[in-house]
């Protein structure tokens, strides 16, 4: 219904250049990991996010600890060069090598509209591939195709359209939840090993997700290794969480559906070809 009252209206999809939207900045400074004392895989007190090339995690390769003064800006978008890929980095962040910054020139940029906007740029840039390269100059002229009200981008549909979908999967995991009585679920100390194992994949080395493992072992649960965006030590709650409608398992994965349907909104043809569509 949001799509067809967003049609009636006059709305319709147009494309922009990257360079209209964004202004696209080199980082304060390139930090090379075999140059950084400490790489830790969890936040720590006094560190930040440091973003590479990676299309895993946010990009976020772990935290480190050095000059605040060459903190990238939170609110804007990390864009690799080599893998062309784009996430959004809701905190100050440092970089590796070959990670450009994209700051909105445009006013209120948040979450949910960089949610409707990555999912779209992701898609534009499928058929780039490692190896091709890109400047400050190629970035800028990328096209997106954005939903329009009288040629002006309509950031209230985008909105409204994230907002909707974030709705209709708590309620889709409610109704899962309900049918198969996981609506009040203690987890025990077994499952709760095996969700902090699972988040722990992004590690990438056995020996830490031992560790991790160990750790339960021995009654440590208040842990805060983190798998993107998911807290493991949400996972140490062991009865159902009311308030928040959901288990944390359920809670923290909603983010990443969203940009799953955003890729398939009912764009015009030619813009569907133009994204990889049919």
Request: glycine share 6%; with cysteine; proline share 5%.
């Amino acid at each position: 219904k949001l799509e067809s009252d967003f049609i009636a209206q006059g709305g319709k999809w147009e494309e922009f250049k990257i360079s209209d939207l964004f202004k696209v900045d080199s980082s304060k400074k390139i930090f090379h990991a075999n140059q950084i004392r400490t790489i830790y895989d969890t936040e720590q007190s006094d560190t930040y996010p440091y973003v590479v090339r990676s299309t895993l995690n946010n990009g976020i390769r772990g935290y480190i600890s050095e000059n605040a003064e060459f903190l990238n800006p939170a609110n804007t978008l990390s864009f690799a060069q080599d893998t062309f890929s784009v996430f959004y980095q809701d905190k100050p962040y440092f970089t590796g090598n070959k990670v450009k910054i994209l700051i909105p020139k445009f006013e209120n940029f948040n979450k949910i509209k960089a949610l409707f906007i990555v999912s779209i740029y992701q898609k534009a840039l499928a058929h780039l591939t490692w190896g091709i390269g890109s400047t400050t100059e190629s970035i800028q002229e990328i096209k997106i195709p954005l939903p329009t009200i009288d040629s002006k981008i309509a950031f209230d549909f985008m909105e409204s359209y994230i907002k909707e979908l974030e709705a209709q999967r708590i309620q889709e995991l409610e109704a899962y939840l309900e049918v198969t009585g996981l609506n009040d679920y203690e987890l025990n100390a077994q499952e709760r090993e095996a969700l902090a194992i699972f988040a722990c994949l992004s590690c990438h080395t056995e020996g830490k997700a031992r560790s991790i493992s160990n750790n339960l072992h021995n009654g440590d649960i208040s842990l805060n290794a983190q798998y993107g965006n998911v807290d493991i030590s949400a996972f140490s709650k062991p009865q159902y969480d009311k308030e928040n409608k959901f288990p944390p398992l359920f809670r923290v994965a909603i983010p990443h559906l969203i940009p799953l349907r955003v890729a398939t909104l009912n764009l015009p043809p030619p813009l569907r070809r133009g994204l990889g569509g049919g």
